[in-house]
């Protein structure tokens, strides 16, 4: 009976082993190297946030004690996510003013914005007379359901961001 194995130096065997450790070894020496050589290629959001340029189009907000109604965002929009409804002022009531003086004809019944669908052209703000419509510093408005995407400017919740979003300049951190 035959067995056919081969027989290794202690040279070889050796050999074999310098070859195995030091391939290893260059291996993890170029992760290292890469690991803690290189600059980090993400942030570690939220706590460090870029910084963005100054006309970044970001959520859109409606200050509704200046809308005055006139449609034109609607008409504007290439997607028709804004949906805006009103009625005439009833006659004989005091008919109140914008904070630039424009008469505000109309009584606002109905403001929405479906961001899901806004494109973020900013068409409609564009062509709001009053500037009531405006892109503001706010970004982080994700949702987990589309539903929860529209947004209606005449709620109390939304009326409440105000001071938030038109008051104050975004905070970021370098």
Known sequence: MSTNVETVSVKE????????VTSTVKGMWITFKYVWGHK?????????????????R??????????????MCAIACPVDCI???????PAGQEVPKTDDGTPMRQVLTQYVIDTALCCYC????????TESLTHSNDYEFAQYTLGDMKYDYLSPEVIAWKPRIVGKEPVYRK
């Not at 980090?40 to 006309?55: D, G, T």
């Not at 970001?58 to 449609?71: G, K």
């Open 58 to 71: 970001m959520r859109l907000f409606n200050d509704v004690d200046n809308c005055i109604s006139c449609n």
């Open 13 to 20: 065997y050796f050999h074999s082993l310098y070859e195995g």
């Open 40 to 56: 980090a290629v993400s942030i570690e959001y939220p706590e460090v946030r870029e910084v963005l340029p100054a006309n970044a």
């Open 122 to 129: 900013g068409l409609c703000t564009t062509v709001c007379p």
């Open 83 to 89: 949906y805006i409804s009103s009625v005439p002022r």
